[in-house]
């Protein structure tokens, strides 16, 4: 039961029932008891089907009570739908109870058997002692119609031979009985037995066979039953695995936000596109039960699975390490505005799977491997060339542009390297990993946060002082356009040590003017070198210690468009002395 006094502005309570159950929609009544009393009802159905029904109470004297009435004076009752599983009770007040507190200071509210409970005008003060009421429960055996489960007799529940099936009035599933003549348990082997004629004096006599042998009965009878108790342990044995994974997946799904998502997606406009949520049943087909065959990479936040859905769509479902429960509604935040991104140099988010311990996310499928692969295999390298090159890292900075300055609210990728850009096969970027991204509140610049992201690729500000800005972005990108240009990794131990961080190393050689040294031949031969220069200077800006003293992306996107499109630039307006030597020798 739910009271609220008049200090309260509202109260509610949450009632969920356990997987076979649901409440009885004819024999229950939702009640709300006293003056000044508006009351309602939520919560789903099965299937995950929202409902939503109430009522309102008033009366304007004590005179206006009405013994046995529950019509709106004092009390009022509302039916609620079939297949109800989890309910909201909520109760308000429109007046705080003013003008009748003198004999109505309080309401009740409960969701009752309907003859457990009959009003009365002392009912406005004698509820106060009353803790609990009963309520009608239905259940009922899985979660179909007869005909659907009889088509798979190994789980059929209705085992005896003299049993029928039939579908309850009320609720979902279906029910066993025993056929007519018969009487027992219609859940096991020959439970439902054959009525003894001769012990029924209604009968006369009539069907009454004498003179068997009680011997015969009783042991052919023990056999029969040792086989049918076995035979009955083991049907119920599985019955209680598939409820248990049942429970399980439910458990999973509203710990990983599942009722959250579902709401938000309610409250979506339908025109747009939003996240899917796939059932664990479906991706574990799509992957075959994600053998390691499927396995297509592997990361800091979790395991990539190729999968092929029902419709043919190839997937790749990503599977995180873990997921902070206390994130949880920023995760599913982000899978909603993640999955409106509709940008054509982004991976697309389709849905996600929450019915598992750590929850899915299910990604378009990109074909032609990462950028970093295509960096650090000699073969594809020589493939790249310097015009593939520099629009890959325009379509790139003008991803980041448009996550800093056109998504809302803002987002800072957090984790932006060459193994997070994909390729398909016309070399058309797609960046990926949204695992460690952060969305940024509209009146915000920067974000206090744990440092994440990948070493060599990490802002040097932000690891010092945790303080996380769409400038950490525009570091990272800053050695992508290293990466592009020297063909080497961001962080690699088999060199000298003053090699080891590529960042470093860049720098230094642009110091001593040895650019084209370090630079792959297999670009510096195509003679773009005033293109290189640029990319080379605006790559530098990028790797400013100081934030503030970085370019944002918007002004390196255009920079870089501008370069793609007319070869023009505005980073240089007198060529450095970078160190040309050594160019012919390359090439």
Not at 75 to 103: G, M
Not at 136 to 165: F, H, I, L, P, R
Not at 346 to 364: A, D, H, N, R, S
Not at 378 to 398: F, M, N, P
Request: proline content about 3%; charged content about 20%; aromatic content about 10%.
């Amino acid at each position: 039961m739910i009271r609220m006094a008049p200090e309260y502005k509202g109260q509610n309570r949450f009632i969920r029932l356990t997987t076979s159950l649901t409440i009885n929609n004819t024999a229950n009544k939702f009640t709300a008891v006293g003056c000044d009393t508006n009351a309602f009802v939520y919560g789903f159905r099965h299937n995950m089907k929202f409902y939503r029904t109430g009522c309102n109470s008033w009366c304007g004297t004590e005179g206006d009570l009405v013994n046995g009435s529950c019509s709106g004076l004092g009390c009022c009752q509302t039916s609620i739908p079939k297949e109800v599983w989890t309910a909201n009770l909520t109760l308000r007040s429109y007046d705080n109870f003013t003008n009748v507190s003198d004999f109505s200071n309080c309401s009740y509210g409960f969701l009752a058997e309907e003859s457990a409970f009959n009003f009365s005008p002392s009912s406005l003060s004698s509820l106060a002692n009353v803790d609990r009421l009963p309520m009608v429960v239905d259940w009922a055996v899985g979660d179909g119609t007869c005909e659907k489960a009889q088509n798979n007799m190994s789980s059929y529940a209705c085992k005896s031979t003299n049993s029928k099936c039939n579908k309850p009035d009320n609720g979902y599933g279906y029910r066993c009985y025993c056929q007519e003549g018969y009487q027992g348990n219609p859940y096991l082997y020959d439970g439902c037995k054959d009525i003894d004629e001769c012990l029924d004096p209604s009968l006369r006599g009539q069907g009454c066979i004498r003179g068997e042998s009680l011997v015969i009965k009783l042991v052919a009878g023990s056999a029969l039953g040792v086989i049918v108790l076995l035979l009955g342990a083991f049907c119920l044995y599985l019955e209680l695995q598939r409820r248990k994974l049942i429970n399980m997946k439910r458990k999973f799904f509203l710990q990983n936000g599942g009722l959250l998502l579902q709401e938000q997606l309610i409250r979506r406009d339908k025109s747009t596109d939003t996240a899917k949520i796939f059932t664990s049943a479906e991706l574990n087909k799509a992957t075959n039960n994600f053998h390691e065959n499927k396995i297509i990479g592997q990361g800091g936040f979790g395991t990539v699975y190729k999968g092929f859905l029902s419709d043919n769509r190839i997937v790749a479902i990503k599977k995180s390490k873990q997921v902070d429960p206390n994130q949880v509604e920023q995760f599913i935040n982000e899978v909603i505005v993640l999955s409106q991104i509709n940008h054509k140099n982004v991976v697309k988010l389709l849905g996600c799977c929450l019915e598992t311990q750590v929850p899915l996310l299910v990604y378009e499928f990109i074909s032609n491997g990462t950028l970093f692969e295509h960096i650090n295999n000699k073969t594809k390298a020589r493939a790249l060339s310097w015009d593939k090159r520099l629009t890959i890292a325009a379509e790139v900075a003008g991803v980041l542009a448009y996550l800093h300055s056109a998504a809302s609210p803002p987002i800072i990728h957090r984790d932006i390297k060459s193994a997070n850009i994909l390729l398909d096969t016309s070399f058309t970027a797609k960046v990926s990993d949204f695992g460690a991204s952060r969305l940024v509140p509209l009146d915000q610049t920067q974000l206090s946060t744990m440092v994440q992201g990948t070493f060599g690729y990490l802002d040097p500000e932000y690891m010092q002082t945790n303080q996380l800005t769409d400038k950490s972005d525009v570091y990272s990108f800053g050695v992508v356009l290293l990466e592009l240009l020297t063909g080497k990794k961001a962080l690699s131990y088999d060199g000298p040590e003053e090699e080891r961080n590529l960042a470093s190393y860049f720098l230094s050689t642009l110091k001593q003017s040895r650019l084209f040294q370090v630079l792959d031949e297999n670009i510096v031969c195509e003679g773009n070198s005033e293109e290189l220069i640029a990319v080379a200077m605006l790559a530098k800006s990028c790797l400013y210690v100081k934030g503030d003293d970085r370019p944002g992306m918007k002004e390196v996107a255009m920079e870089l468009e501008g370069l793609r499109i007319s070869g023009k630039h505005s980073w240089t307006q007198t060529e450095p002395n970078v160190g040309r030597d050594g160019i012919s020798s390359l090439c």
